[in-house]
């Protein structure tokens, strides 16, 4: 019995880490982690902020912040700070603006481990990475249960300077992960090891989502990222219908008749301002003329009835020469010569 249910929790561990992202590769952690759920420790405040310094040998990608702590309030932080040299301090006095990259730590009670995501490359040198908060009205802790690993260089500011020590056993950690080589770790959320962006993983490695600016090819109609909601796309990346295909003025109008004639509204699916008419002229503005040329403004093409009326003229004048002709040749005395 005891070797059967032995098995079967290693079953579901196994199923928890395939269903769980695994945490980001640590470049560095203070220490290991103790047991969490406790509000105890030291505090952490806007007079009071924790803090651990690390060395990076070559240039790094980080991509995780993290801690063991407690929080109440939304004004928590984490970050990092330069340092000048292993046992340096960031710049005195603190500010958050001398920070390289800091990132909202969300409140939490009682206390447990969490990272945040960031994206920054860190070169070659000494940093602390701190923890605090920039209000009165957000306070918050680290618990000292953790065992150290090695001997951390912990730092402290208190009031309006950096302190050493202050501080032991507080787990701080900075993880590093690389999209694209087929292990989910946060803060991904997906992993396909493809540039494809029309699937279900982006080449972030983030999950596709209506607004990424990219369509989900078999899920999306479109997708316009911060424009949805504005042009032919929804906020639910579905097209608008009606959107698109006329310009101003859009849809097929219906001219006025003028005394002179009629006319009808223009074609407004060719991007035209279609239903405008002329009045008095019967003349629409902007019509087909039939001959595959737009006529505007009452002007006629070359497909006009100008060349017709000509035309008609000259069959005209060409009958009447043909009648005078005859009747001339019976009755000369009622036609002479001209």
């Given at each position: 019995?005891?070797?059967?249910?032995?098995?079967?929790?290693?079953?579901?561990?196994?199923?928890?880490?395939?269903?769980?992202?695994?945490?980001?590769?640590?470049?560095?952690?203070?220490a290991t982690l103790g047991p969490e759920g406790l509000i105890a420790g030291v505090t952490a405040n806007s007079s009071q902020w924790l803090g651990v310094r690390f060395t990076?040998?070559?240039?790094?990608?980080?991509?995780?912040?993290?801690?063991?702590?407690?929080?109440?309030?939304?004004?928590?932080?984490?970050g990092v700070f330069p340092i000048e040299g292993g046992t340096g301090f960031p710049p005195d006095p603190p500010a958050l603006t001398d920070a390289l990259v800091t990132a909202p730590l969300p409140a939490q009670s009682p206390s447990s481990e969490t990272g945040v995501g960031v994206d920054i490359t860190l070169?070659?040198?000494?940093?602390?990475?701190?923890?605090?908060?920039?209000?009165?009205?957000?306070?918050?802790?680290?618990?000292?249960?953790?065992?150290?690993?090695?001997?951390?260089?912990?730092l402290v500011k208190a009031g309006s300077g950096w302190i050493n020590g202050g501080l032991n056993q507080a787990r701080f950690f900075v993880g590093s992960s690389?999209?694209?080589?087929?292990?989910?770790?946060?803060?991904?959320?997906?992993?396909?090891?493809?540039?494809?962006?029309?699937?279900?993983?982006?080449?972030?490695?983030q999950d596709a989502s209506c607004g990424d600016g990219f369509v989900h090819s078999g899920v999306e109609e479109c997708d316009e990222g911060d424009q949805n909601g504005i042009g032919s796309c929804s906020l639910a990346?579905?097209?608008?219908?009606?959107?698109?295909?006329?310009?101003?003025?859009?849809?097929?109008?219906?001219?006025?008749?003028?005394?002179?004639?009629?006319?009808?509204?223009?074609?407004?699916?060719?991007?035209?301002a279609g239903g405008s008419s002329t009045t008095g002229g019967g003349t629409n503005a902007d019509q087909d003329s039939?001959?595959?040329?737009?006529?505007?403004?009452?002007?006629?093409?070359?497909?006009?009835?100008?060349?017709?009326?000509?035309?008609l003229v000259v069959v005209s004048a060409a009958l009447r020469r043909r009648a005078w002709m005859r009747r001339r040749r019976h009755h000369p005395e009622l036609c002479p010569r001209r």
């Open positions: 019995m005891k070797q059967r249910w032995t098995i079967i929790f290693s079953v579901g561990a196994v199923l928890m880490a395939l269903a769980t992202p695994a945490r980001a590769a640590l470049v560095f952690e203070s990076l040998s070559t240039p790094t990608q980080v991509t995780w912040l993290g801690a063991h702590y407690w929080m109440n309030g939304t004004d928590g932080f984490i070169p070659a040198g000494d940093y602390a990475v701190v923890l605090g908060s920039t209000s009165t009205f957000s306070i918050g802790g680290m618990p000292v249960n953790n065992p150290n690993i090695n001997t951390p260089f912990y690389t999209c694209g080589d087929g292990l989910v770790e946060l803060p991904e959320e997906c992993e396909d090891e493809n540039q494809d962006n029309t699937d279900g993983c982006l080449n972030t490695c990346c579905t097209i608008v219908t009606g959107q698109g295909g006329g310009g101003p003025g859009g849809g097929a109008g219906t001219g006025g008749n003028g005394p002179g004639g009629s006319s009808a509204g223009g074609a407004a699916a060719s991007g035209g039939g001959c595959g040329c737009r006529v505007t403004g009452g002007q006629r093409s070359s497909g006009s009835s100008v060349p017709w009326t000509m035309a």
